[in-house]
């Protein structure tokens, strides 16, 4: 089991940016394909990105296409997700989750291990 704790949280006016952190520790990292859902009020959890263990690959929901960027660092056991150019319908609570399916099947299932989410609101 993986345990996930996610920071970075906050609020930020449109236009703003944000880096988010998932520091993971547990079982074996480095083996785990690693990535973000977010979910906003009355709406259903829905896949941001995700990146395999090694970062060679990476995978992004179109809506963050260009504006997000993941990240991560194996000997910090961290994955970051740094947002850009962030619009008030990215407000959401931010999850990260860690899974041993690859990069394309990440976003399908919810199996794996999950943190308990940061808030992230974008005011106009």
């Known amino acids: 089991q993986v345990q996930l704790v996610e920071s970075g949280g906050g609020e930020v006016q449109a236009g703003g940016s944000l880096r988010l952190s998932c520091a993971a520790s547990g079982r074996t990292f480095s083996n785990y394909v690693m990535g973000w859902f977010r979910q906003a009020p009355g709406k259903e959890r829905e896949f941001v990105a995700a990146i395999s263990w090694s970062g060679g690959s990476t995978y992004y929901a179109d809506s963050v296409k260009g504006r997000f960027t993941i990240s991560r660092d194996k000997s910090k056991n961290t994955v970051y997700l740094q947002m850009n150019r962030l619009k008030p319908e990215d407000t959401a609570v931010y999850y990260c989750?860690?899974?041993?399916?690859?990069?394309?099947?990440?976003?399908?299932?919810?199996?794996?291990?999950w943190g308990q989410g940061t808030q992230v609101t974008v005011s106009l």
């Open positions: 989750k860690a899974g041993a399916q690859s990069v394309r099947s990440f976003p399908k299932t919810d199996f794996g291990s």
